[in-house]
């Protein structure tokens, strides 16, 4: 069952919860680490979680991968390695996810979230100064392929701090600054996001009320927070990052040990 009725209130909460997680999203990623939780918190089964995450999720990554494709920092054609990777990669995870029992799903996606969010509290993320990607060399191609299948896999299998694992490893493998990790990391992620939605559609596990309720305010958050990445750099993206998931960890730790 794809469908369930929610009473206003609840999806002004959802409404709300999508704003603020497309807002972070857009800048350094993490936004799942949001959303996921919220939905679990519903009642709705793991796997439909993740379907309907998916497709609220497509909203906020894919706008902003627009605003940084159209403010020039993306290059489809030097990453391109790194888009067949990670739809490979997506593919594989979703599929893989789908024959896992709900019953060890439920107990796998709470520790996920939290080794996600504690990782990314702990990752000393050292300022990158390079305005520009590294020149294509066989073994820059290497590790797009390796770094799209590997995150790709996680997206579609799981999802939750996907961006931001994307944004820290362009940082140390290609030397990139914050803002330039934050525009591939945008469209990767929509990339292994688009292709883990079509994937979760065929198995029929996403709720569509919900996915789209939070995909437009998800669409409206990622607006602000990628113009506000632009506009403000990394002196503004840094700060947000640490504070997000220093909040984020508390939280997951707390309902995943302690509640």
Same mark, same amino acid.
């Given at each position: 069952?794809?469908?369930?009725?929610?009473?206003?209130?609840?999806?002004?909460?959802?409404?709300?919860?999508?704003?603020?997680?497309?807002?972070?999203?857009?800048?350094?990623?993490?936004?799942?680490?949001?959303?996921?939780?919220?939905?679990?918190?519903?009642?709705?089964?793991?796997? $439909?979680?993740?379907?309907?995450?998916?497709?609220?999720?497509?909203?906020?990554?894919?706008?902003?991968? *627009?605003?940084?494709?159209?403010?020039?920092?993306?290059?489809?054609?030097? +990453?391109?390695?790194?888009?067949?990777?990670?739809?490979? =990669?997506? $593919?594989?995870?979703?599929?893989? %996810?789908?024959?896992?029992?709900?019953?060890?799903?439920?107990?796998?996606?709470?520790?996920?979230?939290?080794?996600?969010?504690?990782?990314?509290?702990?990752?000393?993320?050292?300022?990158?100064?390079?305005?520009?990607?590294?020149?294509?060399?066989?073994?820059?191609?290497?590790?797009?392929?390796?770094?799209?299948?590997?995150?790709?896999? *996680?997206? =579609?299998?799981?999802?939750?701090?996907?961006?931001?694992?994307?944004?820290?490893?362009?940082?140390?493998?290609?030397?990139?600054?914050?803002?330039?990790?934050?525009? %591939?990391?945008?469209?990767?992620?929509?990339?292994?996001?688009?292709?883990?939605?079509?994937?979760?559609?065929?198995?029929?596990?996403?709720?569509?009320?919900?996915?789209?309720?939070?995909?437009?305010?998800?669409?409206? =958050?990622?607006?602000?927070?990628?113009?506000?990445?632009?506009?403000?750099?990394?002196?503004?993206?840094?700060?947000?990052?640490?504070?997000?998931?220093?909040?984020?960890?508390?939280?997951? =730790?707390?309902?995943? +040990?302690?509640?």
């Amino acid at each position: 069952m794809t469908e369930m009725l929610l009473d206003p209130s609840t999806l002004l909460l959802l409404a709300s919860i999508g704003l603020l997680a497309g807002f972070i999203d857009a800048i350094v990623g993490g936004g799942g680490m949001l959303t996921v939780p919220a939905l679990l918190s519903l009642g709705l089964p793991p796997h $439909l979680t993740l379907g309907t995450n998916k497709l609220s999720a497509c909203f906020a990554s894919g706008t902003a991968a *627009y605003t940084y494709f159209k403010k020039q920092l993306f290059n489809p054609l030097f +990453w391109k390695n790194s888009l067949y990777s990670t739809f490979i =990669g997506a $593919l594989m995870g979703t599929i893989l %996810v789908n024959f896992i029992s709900a019953e060890w799903l439920e107990k796998i996606l709470p520790a996920v979230i939290l080794c996600a969010a504690i990782y990314s509290l702990f990752n000393r993320m050292k300022e990158q100064d390079g305005n520009s990607p590294p020149e294509l060399t066989p073994a820059v191609k290497l590790k797009q392929r390796l770094q799209g299948f590997i995150l790709g896999f *996680y997206d =579609g299998y799981a999802g939750p701090g996907t961006g931001a694992f994307w944004v820290i490893s362009n940082m140390r493998l290609y030397k990139l600054n914050i803002l330039l990790s934050s525009g %591939v990391a945008k469209s990767m992620n929509f990339t292994s996001n688009f292709t883990s939605l079509l994937a979760f559609i065929y198995f029929g596990q996403v709720n569509w009320l919900i996915g789209l309720t939070m995909g437009s305010c998800l669409m409206l =958050g990622a607006y602000i927070g990628a113009h506000s990445a632009i506009h403000f750099g990394a002196k503004f993206i840094r700060p947000i990052f640490i504070v997000i998931v220093m909040i984020m960890a508390l939280k997951l =730790g707390y309902n995943a +040990w302690l509640s």
